[in-house]
Nanobody, 127 residues
Framework: QVQLVESGGGLVQAGGSLRLSCAAS????????MGWFRQAPGKEREFVTA????????VYADSVKGRFTISRDNAKNTVYLQMNSLKPEDTAVYYC????????????????????WGQGTQVTVSS
């Protein structure tokens, strides 16, 4: 069982930056592939990025490539999402997700492959 707690959301102007954090309760954090998803009002949840447990694989949605960076600190049981050059269309609730069995890059974008989810943190980008 893993509990995930996101933090770092807020209101930022277009072009600004935010860094989200997701703290995991599990001592086996290193065993989990971690992902970030987001959901805007009236829209379905969409994949943002993911990082493998061994940190050798990262996957990004096309919409955030070159602007967002995922990283993890296994010693702190934390995964980060650095978001730069934010746009109003990035406005959403951002969710952290974890799964112990994911290892293939092309599967990391599927929300139904993740067993554990955080409660989400709101990111609002004003124009």
């Amino acid at each position: 069982q893993v509990q995930l707690v996101e933090s770092g959301g807020g209101l930022v102007q277009a072009g600004g930056s935010l860094r989200l954090s997701c703290a995991a309760s599990s001592r086996s954090f290193i065993s989990y592939t971690m992902g970030w998803f987001r959901q805007a009002p009236g829209k379905e949840r969409e994949f943002v990025t993911a990082i493998s447990r061994s940190v050798d694989t990262t996957v990004y949605a096309d919409s955030v490539k070159g602007r967002f960076t995922i990283s993890r600190d296994n010693a702190k049981n934390t995964v980060y999402l650095q978001m730069n050059s934010l746009k109003p269309e990035d406005t959403a609730v951002y969710y952290c997700a974890a799964d112990r069995h994911l290892s293939v890059a092309h599967e990391m974008g599927a929300s139904n492959r993740y067993d554990y989810w955080g409660q989400g943190t709101q990111v609002t980008v004003s124009s």
